[in-house]
């Protein structure tokens, strides 16, 4: 089933969700991996606010290449995001809506997805330059001294994405293996 959602996303959509919809994602995302969670995180500690608003908000795991001529951003693939697994359980505690990358996550932030009624979604490892075309607008917000690892706001038109883990904690990647020994 297709689903057009608009980012951020709202705890009913959210909800609406389930393991192995494709969703096209419209609005505002910010993009984070290891260097910016780590950065977030010491910036938690010491009390502070993070550089935007995380409610509601979806984090994509990804680092883009440099911006061709005329283009907001480079190639935009996801990146592997069991890597952030040690900063995603206070995120989402703190209200993150969701998250975009690949790869399977620990236990620890499916238990977390679940609390939050949040949503884990997949966007097509080497697909970069395709997903790269969704994007409208690119602007870092935050940490630049981290160049590609630094956070920042894009605008995404019909992003496409797949939900791996529904706020029920649905499981795709477990589903479609036992879907595929039955067959």
Request: proline residues 4%; aromatic residues 8%; glycine residues 10%.
């Amino acid at each position: 089933m297709d689903n057009h959602i608009k980012a951020p996303i709202s705890r009913e959509d959210a909800k609406s969700l389930h393991a192995g919809d494709y969703v096209y994602l419209t609005g505002v995302i910010y993009t984070a991996r290891d260097a910016a969670h780590k950065r977030m995180k010491e910036t938690l500690d010491r009390g502070e606010e993070l550089p935007f608003d995380i409610k509601g908000n979806m984090i994509y795991y990804m680092g883009p290449s440099p911006a061709r001529e005329g283009r907001p951003i480079g190639s935009a693939g996801p990146t592997t995001s069991s890597r952030m697994d040690k900063y995603t359980p206070l995120l989402l505690d703190m209200g993150m809506g969701g998250m975009i990358g690949k790869g399977k996550r620990s236990k620890e932030v499916i238990e977390a997805i679940v609390r939050n009624e949040s949503v884990y979604f997949a966007a097509v490892g080497g697909a970069g330059a395709l997903l790269s075309k969704c994007i409208k607008s690119s602007e870092v917000i935050a940490y630049e001294d981290l160049e590609t690892e630094a956070i920042r706001r894009l605008e995404v038109e019909n992003f496409p994405v797949v939900v791996v883990i529904d706020s029920e904690g649905n499981n795709l990647y477990e589903t479609a293996i036992q879907h595929y020994r039955e067959d």
